[in-house]
T-cell receptor
Framework: AQSVTQPDIHITVSEGASLELRCNYS??????LFWYVQSPGQGLQLLLK??????LVQGIKGFEAEFKRSQSSFNLRKPSVHWSDAAEYFC????????????FGQGTELSVKP | DSGVTQTPKHLITATGQRVTLRCSPR?????VYWYQQSLDQGLQFLIQ???????AKGNILERFSAQQFPDLHSELNLSSLELGDSALYFC?????????????FGPGTRLLVL
């Protein structure tokens, strides 16, 4: 069965520190992977996506993610966190042989210390 | 702004009632998806429509139904509402059938059932 696991429910980092949010997926075919961010009271904004090609993908707001097939992972990174990055982050895998449904992880809430 | 619009933003109603949530996809997008975000279940796919036809179905209750109209807007109907239906309901859209495509999300409708 397809699934996405985000092991960290809540992470706190200091402003200016680096960030890595973990995501592991289970999918039987070539995965199409996404990271979305949800600010309080807001909708889901796409940060970046991986469909194929270069395993290191760049997104908006200075985020990047690396696809590692051997580890079934798609971790999100940012070299220097800003206070405005405080939000909830969702990793998702696209199940494309059944229409186009997204399966989401449980989310990681990021807090940023001044 | 993703270009996906949802109305209303907030909805408060009583148990046993029926409500309709509305979604307008991005210009030119033919697929509409509905997701439910709740504290206990997280983000879950409900249903997908492509050009007026049901394309994929997820964990959608029998009390819930959806349709997509010729102008491509979609409505999600929730009936016999229960307390547990309180959640944030998102609509998303993509250009075609959903395979290998990015879904862009609307701001959501927050439903509170009292």
């Amino acid at each position: 069965a397809q699934s996405v696991t985000q092991p960290d429910i809540h992470i706190t980092v200091s402003e200016g520190a680096s960030l890595e949010l973990r995501c592991n997926y289970s999918y039987g075919a070539t995965p199409y992977l996404f990271w979305y961010v949800q600010s309080p009271g807001q909708g889901l904004q796409l940060l970046l996506k991986y469909f194929s090609g270069d395993t290191l993908v760049q997104g908006i707001k200075g985020f990047e993610a690396e696809f590692k097939r051997s580890q079934s992972s798609f971790n999100l990174r940012k070299p220097s966190v800003h206070w405005s990055d405080a939000a909830e982050y969702f990793c998702a895998v696209l199940v494309y042989n059944q229409g186009g449904k997204l399966i989401f992880g449980q989310g990681t809430e990021l807090s940023v210390k001044p | 702004d993703s270009g996906v619009t949802q109305t209303p933003k907030h909805l408060i109603t009583a148990t046993g009632q029926r409500v309709t949530l509305r979604c307008s996809p991005r210009s030119g997008d033919l697929s509409v998806y509905w997701y439910q975000q709740s504290l206990d279940q997280g983000l879950q796919f409900l249903i997908q429509y492509y050009n007026g036809e049901e394309r994929a179905k997820g964990n959608i209750l029998e009390r819930f139904s959806a349709q997509q109209f010729p102008d491509l807007h979609s409505e999600l109907n929730l009936s016999s509402l229960e307390l547990g239906d309180s959640a944030l309901y998102f609509c998303a859209s993509s250009p075609q059938t959903g395979g290998q495509e990015t879904q862009y999300f609307g701001p959501g409708t927050r439903l509170l059932v009292l």
